[in-house]
């Protein structure tokens, strides 16, 4: 893409607000080539990530910082939340959307929101082995533990109980649930 006609124009236009207000539409990450004001325009932006929320990369340090703006990228691609500020990577309305689209991004979220029971257990429905990134006491919730387990496949389910905490990896009682059947 970087030679395509598309970005030799955008490259010429850095400058011109209306051609990206315009091109973001149907190529949303045209942004890359704008200048730092444009990249700052939070109109511009938005109009961006309704088609890709991948846009964000390449937005300002303000609007990284601006919730409306995370919302709407994490809406569009839960994976963008690695792209939030340390702020909003502690709020919980962008880190509960973005795990709805991407369990991943637990990985990113605060210390108090991997703490969190309700971004958690979003996550690890997502993305099962996530759950290592949960808090330890949540890796001592046997329900939230339950739930990693079960979404995970027979083969792959002794990494999850790898990471539940050691009461829980000595209750013989809450694991056998988890067992297959012998034939």
């Not at 609007?63 to 500020?85: F, I, M, N, P, R």
């Amino acid at each position: 893409m970087a030679d395509s006609p598309e970005v030799i124009e955008a490259k010429k236009r850095k400058d011109d607000r209306d051609f990206f207000l315009n091109k973001v539409k149907t190529m949303p990450l045209l942004i890359e080539w704008a200048n730092e004001q444009i990249k700052d325009d939070k109109e511009v932006l938005l109009e961006a990530l309704k088609v890709d929320g991948g846009a964000l990369e390449f937005a300002s340090t303000r609007l990284k910082d601006d919730k409306e703006v995370l919302l709407a990228a994490v809406k569009q691609a839960g994976w963008t939340g690695c792209y939030a500020s340390e702020r909003l990577r502690d709020d919980k309305d962008v880190i509960l959307e973005a795990v709805k689209n991407d369990g991943q991004i637990l990985y990113y979220a605060s210390m108090r929101l991997r703490d969190d029971d309700d971004v958690v257990r979003e996550a690890i429905t997502q993305k099962p082995l996530i759950y290592k990134y949960a808090s330890q006491r949540l890796r001592n919730n046997k329900e939230l533990a339950a739930i990693a387990i079960t979404n995970t496949k027979p083969k792959k389910r002794p990494i999850i109980i790898d990471f539940l905490s050691e009461e829980l990896k000595n209750d013989k009682d809450f694991l056998a649930q988890f067992e297959e059947p012998k034939e």
